[in-house]
């Protein structure tokens, strides 16, 4: 079982402890103003998409780690990689996401998690390329891709939903110039 370690941070699988406070992040309007149509999720969806994240290390090798506070043992939310079916035009692809609970903004915490996540996606799993995809007005989660050294690809309309997006893209080869 892979589990990443950071200063602060556990990356690591799920456990059904998770679910509750996962599905608290996932109620909360603001955490999720900028996630598909910005609708929350309750308990039991939250529950069928952290099985579903759970799933995708099973069929992938690679999937959504829980991102745990190491001096609390807290559940802050999420990062790790999904494949963007929601946009079929930068197929096929990989990209690195996170998720945090309104009171872990702020603190780098994302930067932090998204950063353990990149570094193993090229270092162990050998990606050649991570996208991270950016609804239009997330100034948040774009300044996060900056620091994770992302450049900005297009910006293009998710065809489900026709939200606007930036898609943010790292090669393993420009990650390694950079290390």
């Not at 996401?97 to 996606?121: D, M, N």
């Amino acid at each position: 079982m892979i589990t990443l370690e950071t200063p602060r941070l556990v990356l690591r699988r799920w456990r059904e402890e998770d679910i509750e406070p996962m599905a608290a992040v996932n109620a909360d309007p603001e955490v999720m103003r900028w996630i598909r149509d910005g609708s929350v999720l309750d308990e039991q969806q939250t529950r069928d998409k952290v099985r579903a994240w759970d799933a995708g290390w099973e069929t992938r090798g690679f999937g959504l780690f829980a991102v745990e506070v190491r001096a609390t043992g807290e559940l802050a939310g999420f990062t790790g990689f999904s494949v963007p079916d929601f946009l079929p035009e930068v197929l096929p692809a990989v990209e690195v996401g996170w998720r945090l609970g309104r009171s872990h903004w702020g603190q780098g915490l994302a930067t932090e998690a998204g950063a353990a996540a990149v570094r193993f996606g090229f270092e162990e799993l050998g990606l050649e390329r991570i996208l991270s995809i950016v609804q239009v007005g997330n100034e948040a989660s774009e300044r996060i891709t900056a620091k994770l050294g992302m450049r900005l690809e297009r910006e293009t309309v998710t065809p489900a939903g026709g939200r606007r997006v930036r898609v943010f893209e790292l090669s393993a080869e420009r990650y390694a110039r950079t290390r």
